[in-house]
């Protein structure tokens, strides 16, 4: 609710004020002399929209805030989670550099690594997530980023962070892990020794499906040079956006809590249900990075993904996807939306939406298959989610 929140706030208002001004005013030319210099009174003076908002600076002191509350990190925030991600990533590599990538992941920021970073002139290596000897062994003398999530998209895999970023460390490499599953309610990847944490805003964090925005999180000296970069590149986030994250992160902790056990709930019934072939819920001891999870998260999240048995009857008439589709459109409270993290629930079948381009082959090599479904829980009524889950299983 309060964490890296000012007070008394502008105008004795309770929320952030919204400032919407793409430029600020100099008394005179000694004041704008003043800020060019670093000499002005006021270190926050703003400038120009590109490089400061009052609004956005509030919010970034909150996120800074929730994601170390030793109080020595800043945040950087931006319009997208992809934003934040690709704007650290070319801020922190040159060309000749090389960065090791989970294979597991927002299949976004694998396309920027493994194209638009390869086209300029940066290597890279991709592991399995949370594979500490695949790092260790892809390690070479120009290495230098660790890009991982935890947990992953879609399969909640859990990367041991403490383990990765003391290894990382011994080497003298940065470690980026996208949070965003997890939202620092649930995890503090910084507190674990990681150096940046990367979030889309989009998700938990501002939590209503309705603005996107993303934030990087980390030290004064490596977010500085994300923050000049953006200066640059400009994929700033708007005032308006960043009070609707702003407005998000009071109930954060609530709606987290209840996102957490109502997914835990649905996580255990998908288990013992006889339509299901494979749940992936890092609350549940069947997943494999169950460990992990318990030692380093305080709760596993909104997502589960599960696979569904695609030939219940023994029939067999329908391709998986077909089966599978039609589970998809039985839910009737979840909608087919390609998100999560918002207070609605939301449902999609991977391979005919975030993987549509690829051929089935390219599915199975990137370990996507056609009866997987990822559910991303809101905090509706928990015995509205899960009589909804029962029947779209039921709909096949
Ligand atoms: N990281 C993860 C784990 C995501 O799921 C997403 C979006 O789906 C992103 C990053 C990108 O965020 P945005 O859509 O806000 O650009």
């Given at each position: 609710m309060h964490a890296g929140v000012g007070r008394p706030e502008r105008f004795d208002a309770v929320p952030t004020p919204i400032v919407t001004t793409s430029t600020y005013t100099f008394a005179d030319s000694s004041e704008l002399a003043a800020h060019m210099t670093g000499e002005h009174a006021d270190p926050h003076r703003e400038e120009y929209g590109r490089y400061g908002n009052p609004t956005v600076r509030a919010l970034e002191q909150r996120l800074a805030a929730l994601e170390d509350p030793t109080g020595k990190a800043e945040c950087a925030a931006f319009g997208s989670g992809m934003a934040a991600l690709t704007t650290t990533l070319l801020a922190l590599l040159k060309q000749g550099a090389h960065v090791i990538l989970f294979r597991d992941g927002y299949r976004r920021t694998r396309q920027f690594v493994v194209k638009t970073l390869a086209a300029y002139g940066v290597e890279h290596t991709i592991v399995e997530p949370g594979d500490l000897a695949a790092v260790e062994a892809a390690i070479r003398p120009e290495t230098r980023l660790v890009v991982g999530e935890s947990p992953t998209n879609p399969y909640l895999h859990c990367t041991d962070l403490a383990a990765l970023a003391a290894l990382a460390k011994a080497r003298r490499i940065k470690t980026v892990v996208d949070s965003t599953f997890a939202t620092p309610i649930d995890l503090q990847p910084l507190g674990l020794g990681i150096d940046l944490v990367v979030h889309s805003a989009t998700k938990y964090l501002a939590g209503h499906h309705d603005v996107l925005a993303g934030a990087v999180v980390g030290s004064r000296a490596l977010v500085g040079l994300i923050r000049d970069l953006r200066g640059v590149l400009g994929g700033v986030l708007d005032p308006h956006g960043a009070f609707l994250v702003a407005r998000g992160l009071k109930t954060l902790a609530v709606r987290v809590e209840r996102h957490d056990r109502t997914a835990m709930a649905v996580a255990e019934m998908l288990a013992t249900?006889?339509?299901?072939a494979e749940v992936f819920y890092p609350g549940l001891v069947s997943h494999p990075t169950y460990a992990i999870a318990q030692a380093q998260m305080n709760g596993f999240g909104g997502v589960v993904s599960f696979r569904v048995k695609t030939d219940p009857h023994g029939q067999g008439h329908d391709s998986p996807l077909a089966v599978t589709s039609r589970v998809v459109d039985g839910f009737q409270l979840a909608r087919i939306a390609p998100s999560l993290g918002g207070v609605d629930t939301l449902v999609e079948q991977p391979a005919i939406m975030?993987?549509?381009?690829?051929?089935p082959e390219q599915r199975a090599a990137a370990g996507i298959s056609d009866d997987l479904i990822r559910l991303a829980v809101g905090i509706e009524d928990e015995a509205d989610v899960l009589a909804d889950v029962q029947r779209a299983l039921e709909a096949q």
């Open positions: 249900h006889p339509r299901v975030s993987y549509y381009e690829m051929t």
